[in-house]
């Protein structure tokens, strides 16, 4: 049962232009929400993050957005650069007891920003 | 200040043999994570570990896989008897308390032959 769900495996757009990535969930205990991004061979880096009680955090060229009511979370990026080429994990928890610890991954986007 | 540590980055294993895989946290962080990503699959969950404590195996499989975190030196996590079914790319984060984010280190990733 996959309970976090990135329905886009790709996505592509031209440089200066928005990216906007996608991602849904289902365990409404889930109270804590991240973004990760990832090149091939290296780990997953974080990127933005944002807490159930606020629907949008802002970090520079990147911005997420939050509806729980829709249990619909999209990362922003604007403006998109070739650098930012890679695959992006959404990622949830909060379902541990309270302990955010255990954090439970879509399946990835991988983003192409074409010069 | 270095971020997470994990060695090796390839591990080529046969089939029946142990994989060690090793990673060491970042500084000032105590709490570490394993996750495994299997070929076009996102990461999952396998276990969560302080020093000297396992505090969540939930998502270890229940034979030949364990974990531990000593007071001294880095995490390993051990499969014993590797299959092929293992093959993947084997992530440690580590974060200074539970909450908030995880930092990831660069993988290894068990091919078994």
């Known amino acids: 049962d996959q309970q976090v769900k990135q329905n886009s495996p790709s996505l592509s757009v031209q440089e200066g232009r928005i990216s906007i990535l996608n991602c849904d969930y289902t365990n409404s205990m889930f109270d804590y929400f991240l973004w990760y991004k990832k090149y091939p061979a290296e780990g997953p880096t974080f990127l933005i993050s944002i807490s159930s009680i606020k629907d949008k955090n802002e970090d520079g060229r990147f911005t997420v957005f939050l509806n729980k009511s829709a249990k619909h979370l999209s990362l922003h990026i604007v403006p998109s650069q070739p650098g930012d080429s890679a695959v992006y994990f959404c990622?949830?928890?909060?379902?541990?007891?309270?302990?955010?610890?255990?954090?439970?991954f879509g399946k990835g986007t991988l983003l192409t920003v074409n010069p | 200040n270095a971020g997470v540590m994990q060695n090796p980055r390839h591990l080529v294993r046969r089939r029946g043999q142990e994989a060690r895989l090793r990673c060491s946290p970042m500084k000032g962080h105590s709490h570490v994570y394993w996750y495994r990503q299997l070929p076009e699959e996102g990461l999952k969950f396998m276990v969560y570990l302080q020093k000297e404590n396992i505090i969540d195996e939930s998502g270890m499989p229940k034979e030949r896989f364990s974990a531990e975190f000593p007071k001294e030196g880095p995490s390993i996590l051990r499969i014993q008897q590797v299959v092929r079914g293992d093959s993947a790319a084997y992530f440690c984060?580590?974060?200074?308390?539970?909450?908030?984010?995880?930092?990831f280190g660069p993988g290894t990733r068990l091919t078994v032959l």
């Open positions: 984060a580590s974060s200074p308390g539970t909450s908030g984010s995880q930092f």
């Open positions: 990622a949830a928890s909060g379902d541990s007891g309270g302990s955010n610890y255990k954090l439970t």
